[in-house]
């Protein structure tokens, strides 16, 4: 018989192609596992919650801070196009009045949320009316309406002071629970900022000089007054579950 004669450099060549196919099947085995890991943690079943709102913006906010221990349903998402009344005259009573209508009229637990700008030298105005505050009959939602309603009524005053409140109402197994966040600040002269909604550009937070329009979400995630309601809603639900 005779053996095969290779150079030193043939040998060295073939050796590092043997290592790097070895190498290359390890980090195969090492992705299917992961994979498998993701497709198991996506397959498992979550108990859902409907957030009685249609707005996308809110939607992501929520979603983000209670990550995947539920599945978060829009008003939308169970087929439900109906203008809920808001009749309340307090911002726990318009958030019980939307979480009670879809757990009346479609059975699911649900939370809804009421939001209210609150100026001191407008005695809490907009307050209650703060999603249709430049509305007449007060049937529709105009955020640069709104804003400019609210800049003109603070126009020549020096008191600039106003806080954000969100009250949560959370009816889940049978059981209501309210949770409410505040972020105080002062309403800028004219309006800043691309991101957000609502009255995000002319809203400026304590401690910042930038309107929550000009924040990143992450920073808005965590400081903000729905976050701070929101942030108490998931540890209640991680707790409850």
């Known amino acids: 018989m005779f053996k095969k004669i290779i150079s030193k450099k ?15 099947r ?7 596992i992961e994979v498998m890991s993701i497709g198991e943690t996506f397959g498992k079943d979550r108990p859902t919650l409907v957030f009685a709102t249609n707005n996308l913006h809110k ?3 929520v979603r983000a801070i209670i990550g995947g221990q539920f599945e978060i349903k829009s008003l939308g998402d169970i087929g439900c196009n109906a203008d809920i009344p808001e009749t309340s005259d307090t911002l726990q009573g318009n958030a019980l009045q939307k979480a009670e209508y879809v757990k009346t009229n479609y059975g699911f637990d649900c939370f809804a949320d009421d939001t209210g700008l609150l100026c001191d030298a407008l005695n809490g105005a907009p307050g209650v009316h703060t999603a249709r505050y ?10 640069e309406a709104n804003m400019a309603k609210l800049l ?3 126009s020549g005053k020096d008191n600039r002071s106003a806080r954000f409140q969100t009250s949560i109402a959370l009816i889940y197994k049978g059981e209501t629970h309210f949770f409410d966040g505040v972020v105080n600040g002062t309403i800028a002269t004219e309006k800043h900022g691309e991101h957000g909604f609502g009255y995000d550009p002319v809203f400026v937070p304590e401690g910042y000089d930038r309107t929550f329009a ?8 965590t400081i903000s007054h729905r976050a701070r309601a929101v942030q108490q809603l998931s540890m209640f639900l991680k707790n409850a579950k």
């Open 214 to 221: 000009e924040l990143s979400s992450e920073i808005k995630n």
């Open 134 to 143: 430049a509305d007449v009959d007060g049937s529709s939602h105009d955020s």
């Open 59 to 61: 939607l992501e906010e």
């Open 152 to 154: 003109e009524n603070l």
């Open 10 to 24: 043939d040998w060295i060549i073939e050796n590092s192609y043997k290592e790097r196919s070895k190498e290359s």
């Open 26 to 32: 390890s980090k195969s085995k090492n992705l299917n």
